[in-house]
């Protein structure tokens, strides 16, 4: 696997699973209806960092965007989404990239990451506290999960 600066043909290889994703209305606070260019002006507009993860053919995978958290006087504190394609998961792309934006986010000069609404019921939680997140408060009932129904919001922060 690479991880690497995205480029703006990557947009073409990202834009299937992002659609999957968010439409499944499992793990992100977007409207599962975005469209095309809304969903790239979302993960690739101003103030962006993207990045993609490659496979041994060259094809992305997986997706984290990285970008300030707040402005003015907080604005060392990132923040980061991360998608990895559905039908990849598992083999541990998810893990180097999210490795990879830390690593990256801590090299641009942040001193912390924060997630505002990291969906409860969403696996990454996992990995998340297995990096050194944790979780500072969650906002009750703030989700509308497809299958789980009502479901909270995690603020999950991590020192870089």
Do not use: C, Q
Not at 47 to 71: I, P
Not at 73 to 82: E, H, K, Q, T, W
């Amino acid at each position: 696997m690479k991880i690497r600066d995205a480029r703006d043909e990557d947009w073409d290889g990202i834009w299937p699973f992002w659609r999957r994703i968010v439409r499944a209305g499992e793990t992100y606070t977007w409207d599962p209806d975005t469209t095309e260019p809304e969903a790239r002006a979302l993960w690739t507009g101003p103030g962006r960092r993207v990045f993609v993860t490659t496979d041994e053919d060259g094809a992305v995978v997986a997706s984290a965007y990285l970008k300030a958290n707040y402005g003015g006087p907080a604005a060392d504190v990132a923040n980061a989404g991360f998608m990895v394609d559905p039908d990849r998961s598992g083999h541990g792309y998810g893990r180097a990239l999210a490795e990879h934006v830390l690593a990256e986010a801590k090299a641009d000069g942040y001193r912390a990451m924060a997630f505002n609404a990291v969906v409860e019921t969403n696996p990454a939680v996992a990995l998340w506290r297995s990096l050194g997140f944790t979780v500072l408060g969650t906002v009750p009932d703030a989700y509308d999960h497809p299958r789980h129904g009502r479901v909270g919001l995690h603020i999950m922060h991590r020192t870089l």
